[in-house]
């Protein structure tokens, strides 16, 4: 039977399927509340940055917090949208918020999640003039202990804001190395519940905002030769809504793909290269790092790799893209790249893979530990190491404050920025 047959044929055994939990993100109406605010400055944004200790609500959310602002740009990139999120370090929480000033008084709403469930609610946070909003006026504000109080509410569900949470600024954010926070499926996977599809521009613009400086996504090819972000060998219904298309996902073209296919939130399957153009102009992520599927064309996709790293040397952005080499096939076949010597690869294998291929960066698996020495090795030899994929809160904390980790894999990027940030 020809693949699109199936589109029919198979309606009546998907609809018998079971259904998933859903989050339904609250309207926090930011937008409207925010009407008559004016926008922060760059300067009032990096002054407010820091870690929080938590003085009410420390019961729901931990000890301390860490604030940090992120950004988007829309589609036509006429409008940056500024994004101040809150890390937690208890059930991998964050919050979402957006903000303004009136007179010297800071308003900040939206909401707040916590991924190890299905809680979320409305949040509202304000800044008041005499609690450290008419100190982020000045030019160079300088903060300190407890110069900063943050008073807020938040709700549970679709409800009101009604209990109480209070901050209190107690230091900067660590910035004593670079480290990268990877977000795993370009920000998240289904089974996250979060509001956009993983592997998706809607996800990678969603990103930062959970505490992501670089994303992993997953590149396969179409069956007429198109680059695209997808995880699964199979369309199946983890990934995409019910349409009834079924089997390897590289035996369709693309045009069947986007008149027939609708991910879990609706969004199309998008080509590598909207990826990578979304991710550069409308973004501050930093790494991409392109785990290559084996129908993953990689003359192609080194070819879309220089394009954009020669648009980054060219505007002076701070912007990676390492081709993933996670398998000996797809080490034979980046070694009989032309140039694959200077080409930008990260390597999951051996050590002596990564000086085979001269892979920038080499990607160990997280079970084989914090491999000081091994690392050190590898800064020696002018290398970076991310290790993956790290999701349980004891050994991130463990890796991060032990180990010498250059970035870290993950599902769940709050958690780690987290970490990294509050060290």
């Excluded at 991998?92 to 957006?98: G, P, V």
């Excluded at 956009?196 to 613009?205: A, R």
């Excluded at 080409?343 to 160990?364: H, I, Q």
């Excluded at 190491?385 to 404050?401: K, N, S």
Aim: glycine fraction near 8%.
């Amino acid at each position: 039977m020809k693949p699109l047959a199936w589109i029919c044929v198979c309606g009546a055994l998907l609809a018998s399927c079971s259904e998933s939990p859903d989050v339904v993100i609250p309207s926090s109406s930011a937008e409207l509340l925010l009407a008559d605010t004016k926008p922060l400055t760059p300067v009032m944004r990096s002054s407010i940055e820091g870690v929080y200790r938590v003085t009410q609500g420390a019961d729901i959310f931990g000890d301390h917090v860490v604030l940090k602002w992120s950004y988007a740009v829309s589609a036509n990139l006429s409008d940056t949208t500024f994004t101040l999120s809150l890390f937690t370090g208890r059930d991998m929480t964050y919050f979402s918020l957006e903000g303004g000033t009136l007179d010297s008084v800071f308003m900040f709403f939206g909401y707040w999640r916590k991924m190890v469930n299905t809680e979320t609610g409305t949040a509202n946070m304000i800044i008041g003039s005499s609690r450290g909003g008419r100190l982020l006026f000045q030019p160079s504000p300088v903060v300190g202990k407890d110069s900063i109080i943050i008073q807020g509410q938040f709700g549970s569900g679709q409800g009101l804001p009604d209990k109480t949470l209070a901050l209190a600024y107690e230091r900067p954010l660590f910035t004593g190395k670079r480290f990268e926070v990877i977000a795993h499926r370009g920000g998240g996977r289904t089974a996250d519940l979060l509001p956009v599809s993983e592997n998706t521009v809607e996800m990678i613009l969603f990103a930062p905002r959970l505490g992501s400086t670089a994303i992993e996504i997953d590149v396969r090819e179409t069956k007429d030769g198109v680059l695209i972000l997808y995880h699964d060998n199979e369309i199946n219904t983890r990934l995409t809504q019910r349409t009834g298309l079924v089997g390897d996902i590289e035996q369709y073209t693309y045009p069947q793909l986007q008149a027939y296919v609708r991910l879990i939130h609706g969004e199309t399957i998008p080509t590598l290269e909207d990826v990578l153009d979304a991710t550069f102009y409308r973004t501050p992520i930093r790494v991409v790092y392109l785990d290559s599927k084996k129908s993953a064309n990689l003359a192609k996709v080194q070819a879309l790799q220089k394009k954009y790293l020669d648009l980054a040397a060219a505007a002076g952005r701070d912007f990676s893209i390492y081709i993933g080499i996670p398998s000996d096939d797809i080490m034979n076949e980046f070694l009989a790249l032309p140039n694959y010597a200077s080409t930008p690869a990260l390597c999951e294998l051996s050590v002596d893979d990564v000086r085979r291929t001269n892979a920038l960066v080499w990607g160990p698996r997280w079970t084989l530990g914090t491999q000081v020495g091994t690392v050190a090795q590898m800064h020696a030899e002018g290398r970076s190491v991310y290790t993956w994929t790290m999701d349980v809160p004891g050994y991130v904390q463990e890796y991060i404050t032990t180990g010498d980790f250059d970035g870290m894999v993950t599902n769940y990027p709050p958690m780690v920025a987290y970490y990294h940030y509050s060290r």
